[in-house]
């Protein structure tokens, strides 16, 4: 079937009104109840790999950046976004922080000569955008600007195949499905294995519920 989303649907929905419910919607009720992924699992991924020197790729509402253990002058962060409101909301929430912001469309090569980052987060960003795994793997390759060959790489999505789904799981999904605000209808952990092995030489993909949660680094040559 013909794919008719753009780019855009996954971030139109991010409103200043949904982004003050955000955290309490998404950490609160969907990921634990619906996903079935309890809160401190994306955490666990950011204290595990989030660096010192630190870039966020489609940052809702910097709800992890702004649990760091990190004290401000500590850390750099540049934070990725196509949705102007999210961009704003995060930088303000993580004022404390040496801040870079860049709106950018992370499924094409973004355009960034800056200094490299050491870790890169993709938290929530792959069911977002239109497509199957194969071409949300452009994301990989969008962020090589930003990476060194030492750069980590981590995130999570929600799967859509090849999980375990409740009746409530099954229902939500189709309803946000319905509504773009999640694009993945193909969306497997052995898909995503496949995307990230094809450029990075060690991945890790662990599923908890209906998330995919990730990290990679080692990046192969193009
Ligand atoms: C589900 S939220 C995830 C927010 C946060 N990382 C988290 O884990 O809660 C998805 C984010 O990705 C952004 N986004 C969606 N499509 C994008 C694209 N093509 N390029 C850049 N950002 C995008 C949205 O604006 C939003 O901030």
């Known amino acids: 079937m013909k ?12 409103s200043r009104c949904l982004l003050a419910c955000y955290d309490l919607l998404i950490y609160r009720v969907l990921a634990p109840v619906v996903w079935r992924c309890d809160t ?3 955490l666990d991924l950011y204290t595990k790999y989030m660096s010192s020197n630190h870039a966020d790729i489609g940052v809702g509402t910097g709800y992890f950046l702004n649990q760091c253990a990190y004290q401000p002058g500590e850390v750099r962060i540049g934070l990725f976004d196509l949705q102007p409101n999210c961009l704003a909301y995060t ?23 800056g200094e490299k980052f ?24 969008a962020i090589q600007p930003l990476m060194s060959p030492a ?4 995130g999570y999505t929600i799967l859509n195949r090849e999980i375990h789904k409740t009746q409530l799981s099954r229902f939500v999904y189709a309803l946000l499905h319905y509504l773009k605000v999640i694009n993945g209808d193909s969306d497997s952990a052995s898909h ?3 995307e990230l092995s094809k450029r990075f030489k060690h991945v890790n993909v662990h ?10 680094y080692e990046r192969l040559p193009n």
Do not use: M, W
């Open 151 to 154: 750069s980590h790489v981590f």
């Open 3 to 14: 794919n008719t989303r753009t780019t855009h649907d996954g971030a139109r929905i991010y």
């Open 91 to 113: 930088a303000n929430r993580l004022v404390r922080f040496q801040l870079e912001t860049y709106q950018c469309n992370a499924l094409e090569p973004i355009a960034f000569s």
């Open 118 to 141: 050491d870790s890169i987060a993709l938290g929530g960003i792959l069911h977002c955008i239109p497509g199957d795994l194969a071409e949300k793997g452009a994301v990989f390759d």
């Open 40 to 42: 401190h699992h994306f």
């Open 192 to 194: 995503l294995y496949a």
């Open 207 to 216: 599923i908890i519920g209906c998330i995919a949660l990730f990290n990679a």
